[in-house]
């Protein structure tokens, strides 16, 4: 039974495309994350998301956007895809929005924009 | 500008010895440090922390060591097992902010 699960695990588009990635997480977290991995293998933060409160990484374009339809739930819509954005993503939750808090990570949505 | 650095890209060892992996960290204001393990197709797991108060944390056959002076840490495994054979990354938060992680080590145990 996974505890976060994204979907889809590839994702193929054309640049200028609207995508969205679906995360869910089954262990009764309060926090989620969206983390991107580049080509340079770099992970870095996104999106760390409560019920409560939305922080953004200042260095991500607004194409991208979260969406959290409840508190298990954290989807990621990209907009206008470019080049660039191609990279593995992925959802993160916490039990608490506690960054020294172990994160529990899904396995990953790689994202390929033609 | 990268504060976090894993230089060592891979590193191969034969099972039963020990596996060091190195890291290496800018910022001195990080107080928490965090040891991430990758599989192929899987998201990182959670392997083990240290926070700054502390140069040493053991878990089992894992072990971390915190240079504080040297901002250095790093991961011992011992003995290495062939299901130890993944990517590591190190990572480290200041306060409650984000995790900046390294670009992982990718270990290979050699049965």
């Known amino acids: 039974d996974t505890a976060v699960s994204q979907t889809p695990k590839y994702l193929v588009t054309q640049m200028g495309n609207d995508k969205s990635i679906k995360c869910e997480q089954n262990l009764g977290h309060d926090t989620m994350y969206w983390y991107k991995q580049d080509s340079k293998k770099f992970l870095k933060i996104m999106f760390s998301y409560n019920n409560k409160e939305l922080i953004i990484n200042e260095t991500v374009p607004n194409r991208f956007s979260p969406k959290s339809p409840d508190k298990a739930h954290l989807n990621l819509h990209i907009n206008s895809l470019e080049l660039g954005d191609s990279a593995v993503y992925f959802c993160a939750s916490s039990q608490a929005q506690i960054i020294n808090e172990k994160l529990f990570f899904g396995s990953g949505t790689q994202l390929s924009v033609l | ?111």
């Not at chain 2, 060892?13 to 393990?37: A, H, P």
């Not at chain 2, 003995?79 to 990517?87: E, L, N, T, W």
């Open chain 2, 1 to 111: 500008d990268q504060q976090v650095k894993q230089n060592s890209p891979s590193l191969s060892v034969q099972e039963g010895r020990i596996s060091i992996l190195n890291c290496d960290y800018t910022n001195s204001m990080f107080d928490y440090f965090l040891w991430y393990k990758k599989y192929p197709a899987e998201g990182p797991t959670f392997l083990i922390s240290i926070s700054s108060i502390k140069d040493k944390n053991e878990d089992g056959r894992f072990t971390v060591f915190l240079n504080k002076s040297a901002k250095h840490l790093s991961l011992h495994i011992v003995p290495s097992q062939p299901g130890d054979s993944a990517v590591y990354f190190c990572a480290a938060s200041v306060g409650a902010n984000n995790l900046f992680f390294g670009t992982g080590t990718r270990l290979t145990v050699i049965p």
